[in-house]
């Protein structure tokens, strides 16, 4: 059992340099779970340790890539792996024909094994999923697989009839195998993995080879679907932060102890401050202005954090909302929500705002000054403005007048810079400039933001 301990402890560990709470107790109950449920049945040890170690379902594909390290399927690759590509791909079809996910698991190891190996010498560590499966196509099979399905009438397409009604059945089914079809590539690269840690070492696979959870993603790196994965994770992190922020303007309501007439009160009872008094604040909900650039990688940043500022608008008594490229124009009712699309916010407020002029790359000082002399009554002494951008001016005019008065006006200003520290002020990075200014933060994925939305946001 102490291997297996060993391998919990390892688990955890990995978890945990990704991200995710684990505890001593978390684990201890891991190592519980794993004596009493035993080894022989993988997949109850699997859903036994997610429910002691996980937290939430957001953690749970994390979970799935470090388990299979520590608890493969197997060791080694199979006997005798096909190395006839055609063969492997018909088999593939029937397998997700049939949904049959036990062949689709020996067939994943089959093709790493047959087609995913690289490097010239008999002992190197080369296992590549991407050219498994670039080599293999499986998402090329749809039509094939969906014949073998209505074939063994498990489709709409041989009833009589075409109407609407097989239409959507047809999409559904379409739907189902491009999922079993996912979940193939998933096993691929799931073995990949598990190959290389074989020759490498499991713990450091763990934590260089497993794709990190959405929100420790860093947005100038973000894909497609890590950056769906944000936008669905607005409504959930949203409440979280409305409750922080409520809990903090309760504890501003009661207000600070006022010295001077605390001593003062103190007289009656000997100079000993039996009662403070506090100085009462009569709470406002203040304004929030974004002016958020919108051009290139960075947008993605932006289009989460408008997305995030939108959910938590009950917490402020006005919030407004700019993008901008070279041009400016206020989005505020482009976030609404009859509005909320997500995944088409981006290319709405593109097609709908004016953001560029006679070039298409960003410039901060145009995009500044043009908010200053068409908005600048938006900012007032209850306002705070968050600028997000990477400051980078493509060598134009910062425009540091505008910002200073930007500064002067509102209550306060944050910049939230998502590229890493140390490149600011490199190229045509104005940050060093900006941040004299104005106070500037590293804001590199979403849990930095919410971190700093919460001790940033006003009360």
């Known amino acids: ?49 997610a429910a002691t170690l996980l937290h939430g379902p957001g953690q749970r594909a994390l979970f799935e890539a470090v ?113 079993r079809i996912e979940e193939f590539r998933r096993m691929v690269g799931a073995e990949a993995r598990r190959r290389v840690a074989e020759r490498r070492g499991r713990d450091e696979i763990a934590r260089r080879g497993v794709r990190p959870t959405a929100d420790r993603v860093d947005f100038l790196y973000a894909n497609r679907d890590q950056l769906a994965e944000l936008r669905r994770a607005v409504q959930p992190l949203a409440r979280k932060l409305a409750t922080r922020l409520a809990a903090r303007r309760r504890r501003a309501a009661r207000g600070t102890i006022d010295l001077r007439r605390t001593l003062r009160s103190s007289l009656s009872t000997g100079g000993v401050p039996m009662r403070p008094v506090l100085r009462r604040r009569r709470p406002v909900r203040p304004e929030l202005v974004l002016l958020c650039d919108v051009s290139g990688s960075v947008s993605g940043f932006s289009d989460f954090t408008m997305l995030l500022v939108q959910a938590l608008h009950d917490q402020f008594s006005k919030v407004r909302v700019f993008a901008f490229v070279n041009r400016l124009d206020e989005v505020t009712g482009l976030l609404g929500h009859g509005r909320a699309d997500p995944d088409g916010l981006g290319a709405r407020i593109r097609a709908e705002a004016t953001l560029t002029g006679w070039h298409g790359s960003s410039d901060y000082g145009m995009a500044l000054g043009e908010f200053a002399e068409r908005y600048g009554g938006a900012v007032g002494p209850r306002t705070t403005v968050f600028v997000l951008g990477d400051a980078r001016t493509n060598m134009s005019d910062p425009n540091l007048p505008a910002v200073r008065e930007l500064a002067r006006r509102a209550r306060r200003v944050y910049w939230l810079n998502p590229e890493p520290r140390d490149r600011w002020g490199t190229g045509d990075s104005a940050a060093p400039a900006y941040a004299e200014l104005v106070e500037m933060h590293e804001c590199r994925t979403a849990r930095q933001l919410s971190g700093l939305i919460a001790a940033l946001l006003p009360v």
Do not use: K, N, W
């Open 1 to 49: 059992m102490t291997a297996v301990a060993d391998r919990i402890a390892g688990l955890a560990a990995a978890l945990r340099a990704h991200g995710v709470r684990i505890g001593t107790g978390e684990t201890v109950d891991a190592a519980r779970a794993a004596e009493a449920l035993g080894l022989a049945d993988r997949e109850l040890l699997r859903e036994g340790l």
């Open 67 to 179: 388990f299979d390290l520590y608890f493969p399927r197997g060791v080694g690759g199979p006997q005798d792996a096909p190395r006839d590509r055609e063969a492997l791909r018909d088999r593939l079809a029937d397998a997700l024909a049939a949904d049959d996910r036990a062949l689709m698991a020996r067939l994943a190891a089959e093709a790493v094994d047959g087609l995913g190996g690289y490097g010239g010498s008999p002992g190197s560590d080369g296992f590549s999923a991407y050219q498994t499966l670039e080599r293999l196509r499986p998402q090329t099979l749809l039509a094939r697989v969906r014949a073998d399905v209505r074939g063994r009438g498990g489709g709409s397409g041989s009833g009589s009839g075409s109407g609407s009604g097989d239409g959507f059945a047809d999409r559904l089914l379409d739907d189902e195998i491009r999922r």
